[in-house]
C-alpha cells in the first residue's frame, strides 16, 4: 500500500489535498509545525527547515511517496522573500533522504510564476522560463534540480504548476475574497479595472489534480489550471450579482499592477495525460466559496452573541 507524505498539509491546498487522499483511501502521513492529533491522520510536529528532525521524522515514516507542499507563503511578502532560498535547501534535503530511504515517486507544487508571463499562454513544453521573482526563482530551481536528480536515481517525479486558485480558506487579502467580505459588510468593493486575464481553479480541484497527478505514472511539469481564461471583471462582476449587491462593485478606483494583461495555461497533460477533469466550474465554486464565508461569519456573530 502507498504510505503517502504530504508536506504543508494543514496550508491552503494541503489541507484539501490530506482530505481527497483519505477519501480515496490512502494512509496519510503528515507534517505540521504544530502539533495536531487525527483518527484517520499520521500527523508528525516537524520544522522542515530544521534538517536534524527532517531526516529523523523520515526515517519514522519510510513514505513511499511523497506530495511535497510546504514553501513559505505569507501574503504580502513571499514574493521577494530571502525565505524562499531556505525552503530550496529544505527541498533538497527533503529529497535527498526520500531517496535514500527508497522512496518511489515525489510530486512537487511549482507556481505559474516559473513562466515567462510575456506570452499570455503557457505550455508546459514550449513556454519559456524566465520567473521575475524570488519565489518563481526558487520554486523554478528546485523543479531543475528534482528532475536531475530524478535522471539519476529511482524515482520518478512529476511538478504541479499551479496558476490561480481561490476557495474557502484563502487570504483574506486575497482577490475573491477581499470582494466577497466587502460585500457582506456592505462597503465598496474597491477593484482596478479589471480587464486582466487569468486562469482561475477553485481549491478543492486543485487538490484532486495533485492527488491525480500523484496516483498517475506522468512525469515532468504539469500546468495545474481550468484551461479556461476569464477576466478578473467577470469574477468580480459575478461575486457581486450573487450577493445582489452589484452597485457596491468600484472598478477602476484603484491602480492595476503592472503584472502581465494575459496569463492563461493550457491544460492538456492534466486532462489527456492524467485523465482529470474539475469538478466545479467558476458559477459553482464561487456560489461555494460565498457559502462558506456566510458561514464563518454567521459562527462569529453567534459566539460574540
Known sequence: MKKILVTGASGF??????????????EVHALSTQKKESSQIHWYQCNLLDSVQLKE???????????????????????NSTENLKWVQASIHLLQTFVKLGGKRFVGAGT????????????????????KTLYGTCKNAFAQILKAYAAQSSIKYAWGRVFHLYGPGEHP??????????????EPANCSHGEQIRDF????????????????????????????????????????????????????????ST??????AANARLTNEVGWNPSYNLDAG???????????????VGTDG
Open 112 to 131: 505559474c510564476a516559473e513562466y515567462d508571463d510575456s506570452f499570455g499562454l503557457c505550455i508546459e513544453e514550449s513556454t519559456s522560463l524566465a520567473p
Open 259 to 264: 503584472d502581465a494583461p494575459i496569463l492563461t
Open 173 to 186: 487579502n486575497r482577490l475573491v475574497p477581499s470582494v466577497i467580505n466587502a460585500l457582506l459588510k456592505d
Open 57 to 79: 521524522t523520515l526515517y519514522q515514516i519510510k513514505p513511499t511517496h511523497i506530495l511535497h507542499l510546504a514553501w513559505y507563503a505569507e501574503h504580502g511578502k513571499f514574493w
Open 201 to 256: 481553479l477553485y481549491v478543492e480541484d486543485v487538490a484532486s489534480a495533485f492527488v491525480s497527478i500523484l496516483e498517475s505514472s506522468i512525469e515532468g511539469p504539469i500546468n495545474i489550471a481550468s484551461g479556461e481564461p476569464t477576466s478578473l471583471k467577470n469574477i468580480i462582476l459575478q461575486i457581486g450579482k450573487k450577493l445582489k449587491k452589484p452597485s457596491l462593485i468600484r472598478l477602476g478606483a484603484l491602480t492595476a
Open 13 to 26: 491546498i494541503g489541507k484539501y489535498c490530506v482530505a481527497e487522499l483519505l477519501k480515496r483511501g490512502y
Open 286 to 300: 464561487l456560489l461555494k466559496t460565498i457559502g462558506s464565508i456566510v458561514v464563518k461569519k454567521s459562527n462569529i
